[in-house]
């Protein structure tokens, strides 16, 4: 009978260990999703911050692709304008000579 209570003794501190080791792995289980979670979250957040930078100068890039078309259109017309001057001035001295 008191090999019997031994032997349960032992079984029962040895379940003991384990669950104390069960809680122990869980424990640290539950510290690494913490910390993985937390990285997740940083990632996360850098990528929305890129994807709004990302945006940003793509608004930019418009914008700046539209001011460019616009110097672009002012100086077609500056040149034709210059082109009729002179053309009409050339007009006038032809006359002139003529």
């Known amino acids: 009978m008191e090999e019997q209570n031994t032997l349960i ?3 029962h501190q040895e379940t003991k260990q384990t669950l104390t ?9 539950h510290q690494s999703r913490a910390r993985r979670k937390e990285r997740i979250d940083l990632a996360q ?4 911050e890129l994807e709004t930078q990302l945006l940003q100068l793509a608004k930019q890039k418009l914008t700046n692709q539209k001011q ?6 002012n100086l077609e017309n ?3 304008e210059k082109q009729q001057e002179w053309q009409q ?3 006038v001295q032809q006359e002139t000579y003529a």
């Open 45 to 48: 957040a850098k990528i929305n």
């Open 9 to 11: 003794q032992k079984a």
């Open 21 to 29: 080791k069960t809680e122990k792995d869980l424990a640290q289980a």
């Open 68 to 73: 460019a078309q616009e110097l672009v259109n």
């Open 89 to 91: 001035q050339s007009q």
């Open 78 to 80: 500056q040149w034709q």
